[in-house]
């Protein structure tokens, strides 16, 4: 034990890498895309779901703030299993939350607390993932990591959803279906965080590094002011604000749409119906979308795609508006659709990936892919929080005819970035 703690690791990086990123992705589909679905199975209004879910977005904002003091006061292994053990106890207390009368706001609370951890998890965990792997390990991880972190959000967008609408299907009362939902998924956590307090290695180089926090910070700050002095940011902070403005609206009211009956403008699908055609159809198709994107990118360049890309994000949106005025009943069709729209995001939001990697270029990379990542999520957050507010005053049709127009900043912002002919071409690159 004490030579593995010394930096040898007596196990392969295929029994800690995947698992490490599921643990890294199941939180935030929680938090981000269940929660939606629980909310609107339990009789919360459009408008609230979208401003209170929408608001989850800010430890992802925030995140590069107080990210050096994952480097100053902890080593990573360390910020990894606490965090994970937090955001157990954060889905057990939903799961005990839920069948009071004061559900909303206390569940709510927790979903907070579990956003906040599931954000400090997700540098923890990418920081060890460099420590933890050699360079040319870290190349060939890329895939798996981006893999399984699409399994968790396939497993948690769709097979929780599933679950919880099997036993709605069975009888069992929402609020009683989702708590025991939830006990399950902080029992899957809890031996995650079981699993990787004996599996994580403990590599070289990660330590605490208290002893030398004038310095560090005197770096980061100067990382972090370094990063607005780059040649044409305003241009690129634009671009991070606006490329998913109508995305960032239509995420949060497609589950409301679906789930809501044709008598208020929905689909009237069942919770199940939901978590296999947008949860597992759809998260299948987003997957695909992104690996052929990464592909198509490695072969031609960012710049021979961006055009192309821009429009698979926001062109496949006129689906929603086409389901809005038929009221299509046919789960193929529905499944069809929202594939079809899936893979475009997947595909389009490549180009976005690569946009940031070419700002985070130079000294400070991780630094300033760390800010683009917060200013993304700064984008998605403010008009996500405002979508449930549009759509009950618009209606479905409405709306979606609105998240169209919406999309006219997308274009505008990718027409005004420089890109250099061959980037993006034969590199590796990140996977969110």
Not at 17 to 37: D, K, N, Q, R
Not at 183 to 195: D, R
Not at 277 to 297: K, N, P
Request: proline share 5%; charged share 15%; with cysteine.
């Amino acid at each position: 034990m004490k030579d593995w703690k010394r930096g040898t690791n007596p196990h392969s990086p295929f029994t800690w890498v995947p698992t490490l990123y599921i643990a890294e992705g199941v939180p935030y589909i929680i938090a981000m895309t269940v929660s939606v679905v629980l909310y609107k199975n339990l009789g919360i209004s459009n408008r609230d779901i979208a401003l209170y879910t929408g608001a989850f977005y800010l430890p992802w904002v925030i995140k590069p703030l107080w990210s050096p003091l994952i480097d100053l006061l902890l080593t990573r292994r360390s910020w990894v299993l606490k965090t994970e053990f937090f955001i157990t106890l954060t889905l057990l207390a939903v799961a005990l939350s839920i069948p009071s009368a004061s559900f909303f706001p206390i569940t709510l609370f927790f979903f907070w607390l579990m956003a906040f951890s599931s954000a400090t998890h997700d540098t923890a965990a990418d920081g060890f993932y460099l420590l933890g792997l050699k360079t040319h390990e870290q190349a060939a991880f890329v895939g798996v990591r981006t893999a399984f972190y699409r399994v968790a959000t396939i497993a948690a967008k769709g097979g929780v959803v599933i679950t919880a609408g099997f036993l709605e299907a069975k009888g069992i009362p929402s609020p009683t279906a989702w708590s025991l939902v939830f006990y399950g998924i902080a029992l899957f956590f809890l031996l995650l965080f079981c699993y990787h307090y004996f599996i994580l290695p403990y590599p070289r180089g990660d330590e605490r590094r208290f002893h030398s926090q004038v310095r560090f910070f005197s770096q980061f700050f100067d990382a972090f002011a370094s990063f607005f002095r780059k040649k044409g940011i305003l241009t690129f902070i634009a671009f991070f604000l606006l490329y998913r403005f109508a995305e960032a609206q239509l995420v949060k009211m497609v589950a409301p749409f679906l789930l809501d009956p044709p008598s208020r403008g929905g689909l009237g699908l069942t919770t199940a119906q939901v978590g296999f055609a947008y949860g597992t159809v759809g998260v299948t198709a987003l997957m695909l979308g992104g690996l052929l994107g990464g592909y198509a990118v490695y072969r031609k360049g960012l710049k021979y795609w961006l055009w192309i890309m821009v429009s698979a994000m926001h062109v496949p949106d006129l689906i929603f508006l086409y389901f809005a005025y038929a009221l299509p009943q046919n789960l193929l069709l529905i499944s069809f659709g929202i594939a079809i729209e899936q893979f475009g995001y997947g595909f389009g939001f490549t180009a976005f990936t690569m946009v940031m990697l070419l700002v985070a270029k130079g000294e400070y990379q991780t630094v300033h892919y760390a800010i683009a990542t917060g200013i993304m999520a700064f984008g998605m957050m403010i008009p996500a929080m405002i979508s449930g507010y549009l759509q009950e005053l618009l209606g479905y049709k409405h709306f979606f005819l609105w998240v169209i127009l919406a999309t006219i900043p997308g274009f505008v912002v990718t027409g005004l970035v420089k890109v250099e002919p061959h980037f993006g071409k034969k590199i590796e690159r990140h996977d969110r």
